[in-house]
Structures are given as C-alpha cells and as structure tokens.
C-alpha cells in the first residue's frame, strides 16, 4: 500500500477520445500534484492543488483539465491530446504546500500512449 | 533560475560492491533542499535521502549517504554494499526553502546491479 494510489496503470487512447486520469491519496495531506514523465527528461511539473485550490499552472496546455474535488482526490481530464502527449504521468502528496516537511510521496503512475 | 544535472544516464556496479552516482546544481540561493529518489520498475518514486542545505553533516541512511558540497553545488549519492533491488532509476532534485514548493529534477541515472 503505497499511500498514493493512482488509476488506471496503463491507458491507449486516440486522439479524438476523452479520458481522465484518477489519484487518491489515504495520508491525510493537503497537497497533491500531477507531474508528467518523458522518457530521458526530468520530470515536469503540470499542476498544483493546495487544500483543493489550484496553486500551479505550469503552462500546461488545455487539453489537460485537472479537478480537485476534495483533498484526498485529483483528476486529469483528458481530450483531443497529441502523440507527444504520450508519458507516465505522475501524481503525488505532501502534508502542506511549503516549509521543511513538505516531502511528497507519489503513486505509481499512469501509462498514456496517445495513438 | 535552478538547474539539476545529472551527467551519468547509466551506471552499473556488481552487486556487494560501492557506486557513486553524481548530481551537480546550480543556484544563487543559500538556503535550500536537496534529494534523492528511485524509480524502480514499478514507477512509483521513493525518496531515499534528503540534505538540508544549511546542515554541514552529510546525510545518511543505511546504506545510503551522501557527499554535500555546497560551495561546489555538488550532491552525490553512495550506495554501500549493492543488492539487487537497487537496481533503479535515481533521480536527484532541488527544492528551494523560502517558496512554495516546486521540486527541479536531474534527469536521471539508471543505476544497473550485475549478479
């Protein structure tokens, strides 16, 4: 039980499909964040939920359409994406939003491929 | 604005032996975070040490360390005593103290363990 748990692990989709990406956490944080991985690429950073308020917009373009529900939920809704699109997309959580203990702890990801 | 730079995209070491993986930083702060973390198979990223920029000691932890030097911006990783399951990728990141959070990611190492 990795505290983040992340849904669906693997995802093909077309171009013209609508999708979403799911993360719960069970560690009672009040961050959570979705980052995008590309292989041989650091890790991006795509959005920013702080007690359910939006805190980071890394430019991310709008066929990626986060939602927090509440702070143990995350969302990444997905449509009309490109094959660039296709990553491990990341979630993860932290107890808060700044200072020393803001450690974050991440699920294990979800496989786009885009086709 | 901060970088991370991992110079070694693959490392490999038998296993019982000691590898050094290597992470440079560049940024005009003083006061900062410094990580690392492992990627293995199943995606999900797990911290394995943190580094507190204004503690001189170098961290520690089991058979992790590492070597802090900040007046070099250097931040390197020891793995004592290879096993198996450390076979991974290692990712280094930064994180500045004083703003909120936003983890700057290396681009990795995979670190390869030979039987």
């Known amino acids: 039980e990795t505290g983040v748990t992340q849904t669906p692990r693997h995802l093909v989709m077309g171009m013209t499909n609508k999708k979403s990406l799911k993360c719960e956490q069970h560690?009672?944080?009040?961050?959570m964040y979705w980052y995008k991985q590309s292989a041989k690429k650091p890790l991006e950073l795509m959005f920013v939920y702080n007690f359910k308020e939006q805190t980071e917009n890394n430019s991310v373009p709008s066929r990626f359409s986060p939602e927090c529900p509440n702070s143990s939920h995350l969302f990444l809704h997905l449509h009309t994406l490109q094959p660039e699109d296709s990553a491990l997309y990341l979630c993860?959580?932290?107890?808060?939003?700044?200072?020393?203990?803001?450690?974050?702890?991440f699920g294990q990801g979800t496989r786009l491929t885009v086709v | 604005a901060q970088t991370v730079t991992q110079s070694q995209p693959e490392m490999s070491v038998q296993e019982a032996e000691t590898v050094t993986l290597s992470c440079t930083y560049d940024t005009s702060e003083s006061d900062y975070y410094l990580f690392w973390y492992k990627q293995p198979p199943s995606r999900q990223m797990i911290l394995v040490i943190r580094?507190?920029?204004?503690k001189q000691q170098n961290a520690t932890e089991n058979r992790f360390s590492v070597n802090f030097q900040k007046a070099a911006k250097s931040f390197s990783l020891k793995i004592s005593d290879s096993q198996l399951g450390d076979a991974a990728m290692y990712f280094c990141a930064y994180r500045s103290a004083d703003s909120n959070y936003q983890l700057i990611w290396g681009a990795g190492t995979k670190l390869i363990i030979k039987p």
């Open positions: 580094q507190e920029a204004y």
């Open positions: 560690l009672g944080h009040n961050a």
């Open positions: 993860a959580s932290s107890q808060g939003w700044t200072g020393p203990n803001t450690e974050a702890f």
